[in-house]
């Protein structure tokens, strides 16, 4: 299980064009993403990373080019719809819904695998209250496997968590929704070496749980970058510049140049 | 599950907490009694400073207030019960006073429309300024049905409900477009726009409105004669008083269900953040339009129970003016929580009357009273409430 070489492609984009009247935000990008693959994002402030996520997610949509999921042409999909056919995401300002619990946070996540509307709510209210109680009991396990001190503060207001435990829930949150594509914008933004060792290991914890799962990682981190995707893609001013494992992007004089800055670029190169 | 409470587990003698609830309810439906009935100024300020010190007290002592609450949880049934009998019996404490009557029927009116704005503001934080369009609509609509065709208002009723609910649905589809003050301005023009229909269109009567709506009947007793129950004769005021407490608990019952529902949960998340509750798979605008139709609905039932009431309807009882009343029912009350909206409505409706004594100061002194009570509680006099699962 996990990620083989003949793993099918999950999700794929071609050509990928976004353009805010005269700014080109994203030229021509390509990308692949494999059943069970890591895929790590990275490129300096303003290379386009956000912009794909939004892309994919149904926020923007392309000028040109299209985006697959299992062959399946994503473009123009409302964002709602794009999560119940299997992508969910996280945010890199954690937008959690924090006056409400931790717990509701992730039933929230169960919406797309609930029914009941105003009508079930008011005139079934049996099927309605099972349904819901049934996405709870799911959430409280699911909550319980991401990390148990989340778990133990799940009636508290998700407001109130350490910016860690924010992140995990996030990443609960999006999971709830059961997605073949998860994509990570930032998870490590804000915290310090031991919190994101934390988090890499809760990151493979639900990797290892859900092999078919595919991950595609916003980092600025080089840390995480290098122990945690199978493979890391690098923008630059909205275009590819390469695509490959680690120990081949590092060496890449660009990607030296903007995560070790220009002179330290030189020196390695020389 | 049992163990998964938010709030503090009640470890207290269960009769002591059984006594906590009654004697709440009884001192809440007394103080009620005491408002209504008094004249003297002097001791409506009195009442309003024990409801003052109540209220700091809550805010001052927090272990108290979860101690009522966890009580109230424990003992939902018993708190149920005595409610719904507090009620019942309420109209034959009054002393025969209609004036009384009256101001209960217009205050649960008014926490009808409160709790049904509360699905917008409270629950998904959408500024509607046109309840008290929607109000009126359903009043108008019911009472046309009645005067022109002659339908019996158990079946005006419901059609006015739904007619609020289409004119529901056409505010909603282009406040969509819309958001924020933006949005609050789309309601407040659709409010204006219908007040100006109502004032210069021929069938609605135009300024002198609609007269001679038909009291309603039941079984052959007409609403308009006095009720006699068990040889006590009550002003025929207590007829609408228990149809509209009757309306008052069906919007409860719709309230709490909706809160407790995926529906519910939905309003919030896009209450809190639109993009994030998007990626959750919400269809946000469909959940607002939603929000704008279940809203209208209950206005529109409240207006019907209106028109039929006073028996005599105009364009000037839907202003804007309205509908800003209400919204400050909700904020005043408790966003989102059932009990301080109604609360609110309470004591919106009440303290205007009750402090004609002032006559020309009367609206200033009205304003002081709610700012000090929101300098006391911020939130609202009851703030929301985290919810619980698997009861």
């Keep these: 299980m996990g990620l083989t070489a003949s793993s099918p492609v999950v999700l794929e984009g071609e ?9 080109v935000a994203m030229a021509e990008v390509a990308f692949t993403l494999k059943r069970g693959e890591i895929l790590g994002i990275i490129g300096p402030n303003g290379a386009g990373k956000s912009t794909l996520l939004n892309i994919i997610t149904g926020i923007y949509i392309p000028s040109s080019g299209e985006v697959r999921l299992e062959g399946e042409r994503l473009n123009g999909v409302p964002a709602h719809k794009i999560v119940a056919r299997g992508i969910a995401r996280t945010f890199q300002s954690s937008r959690l819904f924090g006056d409400l619990s931790v717990l509701d946070n992730v039933i929230i996540g169960r919406h797309t695998h609930t029914k009941a509307g105003v009508f079930d709510a008011i005139f079934r209210r049996g099927r309605a209250k099972a349904e819901l109680d049934a996405a709870a009991a799911h959430a ?15 009636h508290r207001p998700a407001g109130e968590l350490a910016q860690a435990d924010r992140r995990r829930l996030e990443i ?27 988090l890499m290991d809760d990151i493979r914890a639900v990797c290892a749980q859900r092999p078919d799962l595919a991950l595609m990682i916003i980092e600025h981190d080089m840390r995480l970058v290098a122990s945690l995707p199978h493979r890391v893609m690098v923008l630059d001013y909205g275009q590819k510049l390469a695509d490959g494992p680690y120990e081949e992007i590092r060496k890449i004089p660009r990607v030296q140049e903007a995560y070790l800055g220009r002179k330290a670029a030189q020196h390695a190169g020389a | 599950m049992a163990e998964s409470l938010a709030l ?44 003052g010190a109540a209220l700091v007290l809550m805010e001052r002592v927090p272990s108290l207030e979860a101690r009522v609450e966890a009580a109230f949880a424990r003992h939902s049934r018993l708190a149920l019960l005595l409610g719904i009998a507090i009620v019942l019996a309420f109209p034959f404490v009054l002393e025969g006073n209609t004036y009384a009557l009256h101001l209960c029927v217009i205050s649960m009116l008014y926490a009808v429309l409160a709790l049904a704005l509360n699905f917008q503001l409270g629950s998904a934080n959408i500024p509607n300024f046109a309840t008290g369009a929607s109000y009126g609509i359903g009043a108008y609509a019911s009472a046309l049905l009645a005067l022109n065709f002659g339908v019996s208002f158990w079946l005006a009723l419901p059609v006015a409900a739904v007619v609020a609910t289409i004119f529901g649905f056409l505010l909603g589809i282009p406040s969509m477009r819309t958001r924020d003050s933006y949005l609050a301005l789309v309601t407040i023009a659709f409010g204006v726009v219908i007040h100006q229909l109502l004032n210069n269109l021929e069938f609605t009567g135009g300024p002198n409105g609609l007269v001679g709506i038909p009291a309603p009947e039941l079984f052959g007793h007409s609403f308009a004669s006095p009720l006699v129950i068990f040889g006590q004769e009550l002003p025929s005021q207590a007829n609408f008083y228990y149809l509209s407490a009757l309306l008052v608990l069906i919007s409860i019952v719709f309230a709490r269900r909706l809160h407790d529902s995926r529906v519910g949960l939905a309003w919030n998340a896009l209450r809190t953040d639109e993009l994030a509750a998007r990626c959750q798979g919400i269809n946000v605008t469909w959940y ?10 209950l206005a529109g039932f409240a207006g019907t129970i209106y028109a039929f009431y006073v028996g005599f309807i105009s364009p000037d009882n839907f202003t804007f003016l309205v509908s800003v009343t209400i919204m400050t029912m909700v904020i005043a009350g408790g966003m989102d929580n059932i009990l301080g909206v109604i609360v609110g409505a309470f004591l919106l409706t009440l303290l205007p009357e009750k402090l004609r004594a002032f006559s020309d100061y009367r609206i200033l002194f009205f304003g002081v009273t709610v700012i000090v009570f929101l300098m006391i509680r911020p939130q609202g006099l009851f703030p929301q409430r985290l919810r619980r699962y698997g009861h």
């Design chain 2, 8 to 51: 503090p587990r009640d470890t207290s003698n269960p009769v002591v907490s059984a006594l906590t609830v009654i004697a709440v309810q009884l001192a809440g439906a007394l103080f009620l009694r005491q408002f209504l009935l008094i004249d003297d100024w002097r001791l409506v300020i009195g009442l309003l400073l024990l409801f």
């Design chain 1, 140 to 154: 409280e396990t699911l909550l319980k496997s991401v990390s148990r001190g989340l778990h133990e503060q799940r």
């Design chain 1, 15 to 23: 050509n990928l064009t976004m353009r805010f009247g005269g700014l």
């Design chain 2, 288 to 297: 607002k339009v939603l929000a704008f139709a279940v809203d209208a609905f």
């Design chain 1, 172 to 198: 609960a949150r999006a999971l709830a929704t059961d997605p073949k594509v998860l994509l990570l914008d930032e998870p490590s933004s804000g915290m310090d070496d031991a919190d994101t060792d934390a």
